[in-house]
């Protein structure tokens, strides 16, 4: 067997995303099998090394951060985030050069 070297690496990477791109499956989730595909067979890891370099802490953040926007995205669509908006918009359209955001119709109201 060859042995496993730095630019092996980047042409997995590159093949992860043409599949990513072509598929629509989800980036992360090739790499992770990827990084035991090739870490444990090809570059000679266990198992314990190939999940010691996979950053837990990043991991979670992300994953909060994506839940939170989630989250956002789901009270944005179904108003549920109007009656904590509405105060601050009818307050701030008195006050017009503190408001930044302007509709179309030249309000800045959040209800017209």
């Known amino acids: 067997m060859k042995r496993w070297r730095p630019g092996h690496s980047l042409i997995v990477l590159a093949l992860l ?3 990513a791109t072509v598929r629509s499956v989800n ?6 099998v990827a990084a035991f ?9 266990t198992t314990k090394e190939v999940i010691a370099g996979f950053p837990g ?9 994506t839940f939170l926007f989630g989250y956002c995205r789901y009270c944005l669509e179904e108003s549920l985030a109007r009656p ?8 701030s359209a008195s006050n017009r050069q503190y408001c930044p955001v302007q509709r179309k119709n030249g309000s800045r109201h959040l209800d017209g």
């Open 37 to 45: 595909a090739v870490g444990v067979p090809v570059a000679g890891m």
């Open 57 to 65: 802490e990043l991991f979670l953040v992300l994953m909060g951060l």
């Open 84 to 91: 904590l908006t509405d105060p601050a918009g009818h307050q």
């Open 17 to 19: 995303f043409l599949v």
């Open 27 to 32: 980036m992360g989730v090739l790499a992770f």
